[in-house]
């Protein structure tokens, strides 16, 4: 082995690795708020809705799960506009990671409303509750206590999947690395640091999530 | 040259899903061989080696995959010190990645078993060997098949960031068929159902084994 | 007007009928035992006298209120009657005393500090004041219980049911629950309880049902029913669990 590795010419790129860290985070944030609320709205509507509605999300999951996340960017980016709908990579991104983090955590909620016992629903009708309140004051908290380990490690890999935006020129941090790639032809380090930060964010991200878990749940 | 989008081309893309089937069934080997290390590790008595097994889950599963990838391809020329091609820095990075996956997977399942299991081997003399051979993995191995198969679906789909090496597979031939015929919506649609095609069928395989192992408790 | 009137009320569960003409009264401040073997029926009434079964024929009327009508408002009706079940299914995320206050904070408005002293006076009755900021998981199995008979207590029900409450209990724990059950009992309160505990029945009861296939096989005071079976049934299930 006589490679000699240089990791100069990249330190001289630390504002614009910053940045790339930047969009991966907005990215990230957006991705769950999204995916946080099409899921709660999936798994009501797998849950409570009607035959149809819950057919058609179980449908929506399905065919998400199934299908690898770098195609249904491609298809928003690139085929969407067929159909007339032109979108820039950013905003294709966060609708392509919304919709597929979106199937993962409705199938995350949904187990955790299952999770709660039917006999904690009647004990809270048997007092006088009407449904809104039984899911306020009896559901709700004990199923984020299920759901939300699940969801948490969910949120991670889906911050590690927004790089492939990079493969529509999304300007985020894998596509930061693939353009000083380019610019210093240090393949190996570049990717070497990157991926650095990546396991670096997803630890900050663990640890952030472990701290939330203990704050809300830590009672004794 | 722009040509249309004709029933060879989806030919041609079912063709290129024999190699995302067949960098699946290589990860999947690769990734069998270092999962069953790192589940081995993790359950061992001896502390370093099950915290070397942490590390090392923690640290793959910490970095995207496409990160392992271009780690790999750019770093096994420096190690080897000559070219690889594209198959081999695949197999090896999904291979890497997929232990960790696996051997998370596999941990779990030994550990699902009681422990009392490992006492009563214990007690009739066997080693911590013996007691796994003989006692704990053939119980293991029936809880372990449903979350495998679940994951060979994640494996499968993982096989498309091969395409940004340059691996030819499904997801690489779908952009070149694009790139001919410039028919995106109708070229990403087939490959899409192509994966689901490939998906679906397991995914339904490991539920019905998941639900079947758990009647049979 | 009974507090409760049931009229020829059928109940089925697909094809297996469950209730099969069951007709019943009880009057304000009865304590009525139901008694029989499992499946016979008698928790499926509970459940159709406070609306958690719908029935297939006959009426239910609870304090005025047609429970079996559609439309009949369930929620005014639950407020008035308490019910306590075999696995008490207290909120696992909620202290002894948000357990009780539920109810009254959100479904009757009362202010907090009300509230405590409204959960403090329940707990009183049930012997476990001390007991108001603990969470259920820190309670033993009759603790739970009498904080759920406390959490039924703080509705001001005019009717409470006991759903076998004593069943899921070890026997060492059975007594502090029946005690607090004799108490309320004393206190004026309408009871209808299915249980297994027949002193208890024998020493409580103003009557005592026995339910057999879904229907009401013989009724009257605890003494003469218990001690005087008039039919087989009745003799052949008092001798299995007297023996």
Redesign the interface.
Known sequence: MNYRFNFRDIWAQTDFILEGILVTLALTVVTMLSGLVIGTLGAAARVHGPRWLSTMVAAYVEVIRNTPLIVQLFLVFFGLPSAGIRLDAMTASMIALGINLGAYSTEIIRAGLEAIPR??V?????????GV?VFR??VL??AI?VIYPALSSQFVLIMLATSVVSQISAPDLFHVASIIQSRTFRDFEIYAVVSGIYLALALAMKLGFAAIHHLAFG?? | MIREFAAIDVYYLLLAARWTLALTALAFVGGGLFGIVVALMRVSPFMPLRALGAAYVNVVQGIPLLGWLFVFFFGLPILASVQVSSWVAATVAFSFYAGAFLGEIWRGCLQAIPRQQWEAGAALGLGFGEQLRHVIVPQAVRVAIPPTVGFLVQLIKNTSLGAVIGFVELTREGQLTNAATYRPFTVYIAVAAIYFAMCFPLTQLSRRLERRLRVAR | MSLVELKGVVKRFGTNTVLDDVSMNVERGEIIAVIGRSGSGKSTMLRCI?G?EPVQGGTVVVDGETVSAPGAD???L??RV??V?Q?Y?????LSVEKNIT??PR??KGIDPGTARELALGVLRRVGLAEKIDA?PDQLSGGQQQRVAIA??LA?QPKLMLFDEITSALDPELTGEVLKVLEQVAAEGMTMILVTHEMGFARRVATRVVFMHQGRIWEEGGAREVLEKPRTPELATFLDAVLH
Do not use: D, W
């Not at chain 1, 009647?122 to 009407?130: F, K, N, P, T, V």
């Open positions: 006999t904690q009647e004990a809270g009708r048997c007092l006088g509750l009407s309140q004051h009896v908290f004990p206590k009672r004794r | 406070n958690l369930l929620r005014a639950r407020q308490g019910i079940f696995s299914n207290l909120f696992p995320h539920l109810a959100v479904v969470y959490r039924s509705m």
